[in-house]
């Protein structure tokens, strides 16, 4: 870890160029999404840790802001369009968006974020495993065909009815939000009877004894598997070698944070996303120890593999590290 921050550090002298024609960003636009998977972004945002960071650095008072959305594919228009500057994403996100940028704005991701499991929930007692699920069945996950939950349904088809039917259920799927899901599958009757999401929404549902779990992201893969990833620009990076130190710096920061004292970060986490839910529910959740928070990267290369096979990546890389930034690695 030390050396990784060290390589931050040098990136950021290698990067400042002395008398430059242009001022670094007053103000660092931040997208996340929806749940503990983003716990980070939440402490640092309360606690004003990239505004520091910032200010150590040399740059004096800048603006922090930070923006929720849905999904990944929203979040890569974003990011394409220079509405946003760090993005986080699920694994098939960074590889979509740096195959659609190679050559021009050039996305790559700058950092791992978490890991965490991620579990396909049924309501409906007659789906047993996926061989069960039937044309009147609704999956909800937040994006269908691109989202990191759709290709890892993709991915147990493949296994389960062999690769040419990769895509068999694809038809069965529907985008929404995690909140969302999450009151249809507790609610009362719903086309949606499944939702693949994440924490804590998983472990919300299957509090409810009528909810089970088929499948699990662990299922599909040995050792550990990156949920997240955080994405930006080389352009911003470039431009910005300060302020792109300072948001890695706070990351760091926030991160040693929530392993230092997780129920202070839960409370942090209730309070950001004024979330309801008990503490206690928070840390029985945060106890799962197949959930991490860590910057490392894992399992990219499945995710790659898989993709470039069914032809959803047209550009694949040669080696899955040329999508990330030299510091991330």
């Known amino acids: ?89 699920g694994i098939p996100g960074i590889i979509t968006i740096w195959s659609k940028t190679k050559g021009n704005i050039d996305v790559k991701a700058a950092t791992g974020l978490n890991v965490s499991p991620l579990m396909l929930l049924v309501r409906d007692p007659s789906i047993k495993s996926i061989r069960d699920f039937k044309d009147t069945h609704k999956i909800a996950m937040p994006a269908v065909k691109v989202s990191m939950q759709a290709i890892m349904l993709q991915m147990a088809v493949a296994k389960e009815f062999g690769m040419e039917k990769f895509n068999s259920l694809d038809h069965l799927t529907v ?45 599909l893969f040995t050792g550990g598997l990156s949920f997240n990833v955080i994405a930006a620009t080389s352009k911003f990076r470039k431009e910005n070698p300060k302020l792109y130190g300072a948001f890695l710096a706070a990351l760091k920061e926030s991160t040693d944070f929530i392993n230092a004292d997780k129920k202070r970060a839960a409370e942090i986490y209730l309070k950001v996303t004024k979330d309801k839910t008990p503490v206690a529910d928070l840390m029985e959740v945060l106890a799962d120890p197949a959930i991490e928070y860590t910057t490392k990267v894992s399992g990219i290369e499945a995710f790659v593999s898989f993709m470039a096979k069914t032809g959803t990546l047209k550009n694949p890389p040669a080696d899955w590290r040329e999508m990330f930034f030299p510091e991330a690695l």
């Open 1 to 89: 870890m030390f050396r990784k921050f060290a390589a931050v550090a040098a990136l950021v002298l290698a990067l400042a160029v002395p008398q430059r024609a242009y001022a670094e960003a007053n103000t660092i636009r931040v997208a996340k999404q929806f749940g503990i998977a983003y716990m980070q972004f939440m402490v640092m945002e309360d606690q004003k840790m990239i505004e520091k960071q910032a200010k150590l650095a040399g740059l004096g008072d800048i603006t922090a802001e930070f923006n929720q959305f849905r999904s990944s594919d929203v979040m890569n228009d974003a990011l394409i369009s220079g509405s946003v500057d760090f993005v986080c994403l």
């Open 175 to 219: 985008s929404m939000a995690h909140p969302d899901a999450t009151a249809a599958m507790l609610g009362g009757p719903s086309e949606i009877t499944a939702n693949w999401s994440s924490a804590p929404f998983q472990y919300r549902q299957l509090k409810n004894p009528n909810i089970r779990k088929i499948l699990n992201s662990t299922d």
